[in-house]
């Protein structure tokens, strides 16, 4: 039996239909809160008859945070992915931020001893690396060295990191992937999928910043592979290629048929933005759209290396160019832009 958290997300429900196709028996840890059409609308995307599929999950009602329904939900589990995460560059949401990630964490890690899970797949980040001194492509072997400047989000989770790392000095046998921006049709307000939403309703703006992006696909086919094999106590960077942000958001343009970001944003205009959004976001008593610390992020020239997880999987990746094409193209399926 395997367990999946986090499966309403982006990679969660990806992840739940692979692992289901395989005729492999999956029961999912659930919120209160959380959506269980998430799944079956991705489930649609690629079967005409996904309520099959659906309907073999086993639900289980509990949170990562609350470590009594958490440990119903692993009963008779033996492999554990562990997606759930909140993914969140807010300053205001410092709390829930921290205790989802590290402590939501350091109870999956924890019942995995406990309970003696033959394996667990923990999902970090690209967010939770460090850089290189000398500009050179990140890679596994990069650690954070330091928060100063970090969103909350990528201190979590290095942090949750930490925690499966000790779990595996206590004799835990897991694996932990690092992926780069992951890019799938989903939620079309929220998370990456968001991204496209973003574009169609006339996205003027870009930088030069660089970035890794992975087809949800991909990610998931890594993780099966690697939990499926006796590797253990390593971590890999699963990333497709490396785009500045300008390309990105052209390429997604392009195929939705709308004007590309014309306008360059400088690390000046992008200062000011922020804080023009904290001020409005005070006065009209909501969440701020941008963060300080996206802000800086975008302007960063960023490469990640994914030598480790093909030589050690032999996996090819999808063109970045292909998975924004399928995602556009379902995009506009969903909005009626056709």
């Not at 072997?141 to 949750?160: E, G, I, P």
């Not at 000790?166 to 990456?192: D, H, Q, Y």
């Not at 290629?241 to 300008?246: D, F, P, R, S, V």
Request: proline residues 3%; contains cysteine.
């Amino acid at each position: 039996m395997i367990l999946v958290t986090g499966g309403t997300g982006l990679l969660g429900s990806h992840l739940l239909f692979d692992l289901l196709s395989a005729g492999n028996k999956v029961k999912v840890l659930i919120r209160s809160s959380s959506n269980k059409l998430n799944i079956l609308s991705t489930f649609a995307y690629y079967t005409a008859n996904p309520e099959t599929l659906f309907n073999k999950i086993e639900w289980v009602d509990g949170d990562i945070t609350d470590i009594y329904s958490l440990s119903e939900a692993f009963e008779h589990a033996e492999y554990i992915y562990h997606t759930a995460a909140c993914v969140s560059f807010n300053a205001n949401q410092k709390r829930i931020i921290y205790q989802t990630n590290v402590q939501g964490t350091a109870n999956v890690v924890n019942l995995c001893l406990e309970k003696g899970i033959k394996k667990l797949c923990f999902v970090s980040s690209i967010a939770a690396l460090g850089n290189t001194d000398d500009g050179s492509p990140i890679d596994e072997n990069v650690f954070l060295k330091t928060t100063k400047n970090k969103s909350h989000y990528s201190v979590s989770k290095h942090k949750a990191e930490m925690e499966v790392w000790r779990g595996i000095a206590e004799g835990l046998n897991a694996v932990i992937v690092n992926p780069s921006i992951i890019l799938g049709p989903g939620n079309w307000k929220t998370g990456s999928s968001s991204f496209f939403t973003t574009v169609a309703k006339g996205f003027k703006f870009y930088t030069n910043g660089t970035s890794g992006y992975v087809d949800v696909r991909d990610v998931s086919k890594a993780m099966i592979s690697l939990m499926e094999s006796d590797i253990s106590a390593e971590r890999f960077l699963v990333s497709a290629e490396n785009l500045t942000y300008k390309d990105f958001f052209t390429e997604i343009a392009i195929n939705l048929n709308v004007t590309p970001p014309t306008i360059y944003a400088n690390p000046l205009l992008s200062s000011l933005a922020w804080r023009l959004e904290a001020i409005r976001a005070k006065l009209c008593f909501s969440q701020p759209k941008i963060a300080r610390n996206t802000v800086i992020s975008v302007h960063k020239k960023l490469a990640f290396s994914n030598l480790k997880i093909i030589k050690t999987l032999g996996i090819q990746f999808r063109p970045i160019a292909n998975s924004i094409s399928e995602i556009a193209l379902q995009y506009k399926k969903d909005n009626n832009h056709l």
